[in-house]
């Protein structure tokens, strides 16, 4: 499966933005979802999972109660809310799909990586 990360932009301290995740070549409904972000100078980051059926989402607590990430599995797209954004959240995010029902906190469990999109926020 191909993933395509997109909806990254500047934005100031407090704003939203949502980032979007499309997948092509094969259902992506076979596939957990997850996030990731990977700010200058650090190590990628988890944010966020979604399982394959939907009915399941983790968070990193930094995130917890201002990002939401949801899927629509028929229209092979995943997203991720993101409100209330500080600038510590500037960073690269990218979208990721792991051959699994559930995805769990670690990089190396996801097999398939889009190619990142660029979120700035400004104090």
């Known amino acids: 499966v191909q993933l395509q990360a997109s909806g990254g932009g500047l934005v100031q301290a407090g704003g939203s933005l949502r980032l979007s995740c499309a997948a092509s070549?094969?259902?992506?409904?076979?596939?957990?979802g997850g996030w990731f972000r990977q700010a200058p100078g650090k190590e990628r980051e988890f944010v966020g999972m979604?399982?394959?059926?939907?009915?399941?989402?983790r968070y990193v607590d930094s995130v917890k109660g201002r990002f939401t990430i949801s899927r629509d599995n028929a229209q092979n797209t995943m997203w991720l809310q993101m409100d209330s954004l500080k600038p510590e959240d500037t960073a690269v995010y990218y979208c990721?799909?792991?051959?699994?029902?559930?995805?769990?906190?670690?990089?190396?469990?996801?097999?398939?990586w889009g190619q990142g999109t660029l979120v700035t926020v400004s104090s």
């Open positions: 979604i399982s394959m059926s939907r009915t399941y989402t």
């Open positions: 990721a799909a792991a051959r699994a029902a559930v995805g769990g906190r670690d990089a190396h469990e996801y097999d398939y």
């Open positions: 070549g094969r259902s992506f409904s076979t596939y957990a």
